[in-house]
C-alpha cells in the first residue's frame, strides 16, 4: 500500500479494518492453492508492465470489452461478442474423447469425465431442446474432445442447426487431424460457418501444419480462425504465425490466456511456469474449468495485438483472457435479482453488482453533498458505513473523503438469493486533503 493510501487509512480504522479482511482472504485463496505445490510469481510481477501495453492499445485503436477481459483489433467473430451473456449461443459436445493427451487440457475436470468420453446418443435431442427452446438461438457451436473423432456425427449436427435456421451462426472447434478436402465440404454442405483450430504450442512444426489444415478449410468454409493458448516464451514463433495466417487470408486467430486446469502441477513446473499473482482482480470461486492464469501469458498476448496493429494485418485478433471466460458465470448469476437501482449498479462491462460506500463519519460528512446532487443515502449504523450509488462518486472529487466501490455476487444458498460482498476497491483522494 502506497504512502498516499496509509495516510488517509490512519485516520479510517473501519474501512482499514474492511480492507484487511478483505486482504488476508485473497492470501488465504493464495495460500490454499500453494499448499497443493503451485508455483505463484511475485506479486504484481508484471502489472506495469500490462499495464503500459494496454494504454498503448487504447492509443492505438484496440477495442477493449467486458471490463478488459477481451481486447481485439481488426475483426471479431460474432460468437466472440455473444459469449459473455450467452444470451441464445450455446456450445455443445457430443463426447469428450481426444486424440491427443495436452497436459494444460481442463476437460478432465469435467463431472463424469470418463463416462463424457463416450459418444452420447441423446445428442440430437439436446440440440432440439436448445434450437426450439424459449430463448431465440443466435449461435451455436460444437467442441469436444474432438468432435472429428465422429465425422458423420458433426455434418449431422450443423446441418440440423442449418435446418432450424441458416441464420444461427455455427462453428467447430478442432485440432484439425482428422480434417480432409472431402470431410470440409461436407461440413460446408451442411451449413458450418465458422472452424476454429487448436494448436498445441509445443509440438514440433504444428504452426505449419495448422496453416496447412487453414488453407484446406479457407476453400471450404466461410470463415477460418485459430484459437490456441498462449505460452509466455513463444512471442516470436507466434508474431511468425501472425503474418502467416495473414498472408493466407485466415479471419482471425483467438489468443487465449494460458491456463493451468487444478491438476497436475508437474508439467508446469517442469516447464518453469508460474501462476499469475493476484489470479484474478475480484478473487472468486470460478466454475470455468480451465483455473488459473500462468503468469507472463497476458502480457504476450497483448504485446501480439499491439504488433498485429503496428504491422497492419487484415487478421483479426482477439485476446480472450481467463477473466473474460469466467464474464457468463458471473453474468448468469447476476441477471437473476434487480437490486434497487438508486444504490446498486450492474456493471455491463464485468456483470458485477456494485454500490458506493463511505467508511468513519466520511458519509456524515457530505451527506448534504450527496443529496443536493440527488443521491439516495442509506446508513447502516451496525457495519459502519453509508451507502450511495457510484454514479454520485464523481461528485466527491474535491471532498477530503474515501469513498469505496463494494463488489458484490448473487448467489443461491439452500434455494434463497443472497448478495455476497467481494471486495472493497477505494478511490483515493490526492494526499493533500480539499475542503
Not at 501462476?275 to 478473487?283: L, R
Amino acid at each position: 500500500m502506497d504512502t498516499n493510501a496509509q495516510s488517509w487509512l490512519q485516520t479510517r480504522p473501519t474501512l482499514a479494518a474492511w480492507l484487511e479482511d478483505y486482504e488476508a482472504i485473497s492470501q488465504e485463496y493464495v495460500a490454499a492453492l500453494e499448499a497443493y505445490g503451485i508455483d505463484f510469481a511475485p506479486y504484481n510481477d508484471d502489472y506495469s508492465a500490462r499495464q503500459t501495453v494496454k494504454e498503448r492499445l487504447r492509443h492505438k485503436g484496440a477495442r477493449f470489452r467486458n471490463g478488459d477481459a477481451s481486447i481485439s483489433v481488426g475483426p471479431l467473430s460474432s460468437a466472440c461478442a455473444a459469449c459473455a451473456t450467452d444470451a441464445g449461443s450455446k456450445t455443445f459436445y457430443y463426447a469428450l474423447a481426444c486424440n491427443r493427451s495436452c497436459y494444460f487440457c481442463f476437460n478432465r475436470n469435467q463431472v463424469n469425465y470418463e463416462a463424457e468420453k463416450l459418444l452420447n446418443p441423446q445428442w440430437p435431442l439436446e440440440l432440439a431442446r436448445f434450437l426450439d427452446g424459449p430463448v431465440t438461438p443466435t449461435h451455436v457451436a460444437l467442441t469436444g474432445g474432438e468432435p472429428l473423432l465422429y465425422p458423420d456425427e458433426a455434418v449431422a449436427f450443423f446441418a440440423q442447426v442449418q435446418k432450424k435456421s441458416p441464420a444461427i451462426h455455427s462453428r467447430l472447434y478442432t485440432d484439425g487431424d482428422f480434417l480432409d478436402e472431402a470431410l470440409a465440404a461436407r461440413l460446408a454442405a451442411a451449413g458450418l460457418q465458422e472452424i476454429r483450430f487448436s494448436i498445441k504450442p509445443d509440438d514440433p512444426g504444428a504452426f505449419e501444419e495448422a496453416l496447412r489444415r487453414l488453407a484446406v478449410a479457407k476453400a471450404f468454409i466461410p470463415s477460418v480462425m485459430v484459437e490456441m493458448p498462449v505460452v509466455p516464451e513463444m512471442k516470436e514463433a507466434m508474431k511468425a504465425l501472425l503474418r502467416s495466417m495473414d498472408e493466407l487470408g485466415g479471419f482471425g486467430i483467438n489468443l487465449l490466456e494460458f491456463g493451468y486446469p487444478l491438476g497436475d502441477w508437474e508439467p508446469f513446473a517442469q516447464r518453469g511456469y508460474q501462476i499469475a499473482n493476484p489470479p484474478f482482480a475480484i478473487p472468486y470461486d470460478y466454475s470455468y474449468a480451465g483455473g488459473l492464469p500462468v503468469a507472463g501469458s497476458e502480457l504476450v498476448c497483448l504485446e501480439l495485438l499491439e504488433f498485429a496493429l503496428d504491422e497492419s494485418l487484415q487478421l483479426g485478433v482477439h485476446y480472450c483472457s481467463l477473466e473474460n471466460k469466467n464474464r457468463m458465470q458471473i453474468y448468469q448469476q447476476d441477471t437473476v435479482a434487480i437490486l434497487d437501482e438508486s444504490l446498486w449498479h450492474f456493471d455491463d462491462q464485468d456483470f458485477f453488482w456494485k454500490t458506493a460506500k463511505l467508511f468513519d463519519g466520511d458519509g456524515q460528512r457530505v451527506r448534504l453533498c450527496l443529496e443536493a446532487a440527488g443521491a439516495t443515502v442509506k446508513e447502516d449504523p451496525e457495519d459502519g458505513f453509508v451507502q450511495f450509488h457510484p454514479r454520485f462518486i464523481s461528485v466527491l472529487a474535491d471532498k477530503a473523503v474515501v469513498p469505496v466501490v463494494s463488489v458484490n455476487v448473487m448467489e443461491t444458498t439452500d434455494g434463497e438469493l443472497t448478495l455476497r460482498e467481494l471486495g472493497l476497491y477505494p478511490q483515493w483522494p490526492s494526499l493533500v486533503e480539499t475542503t
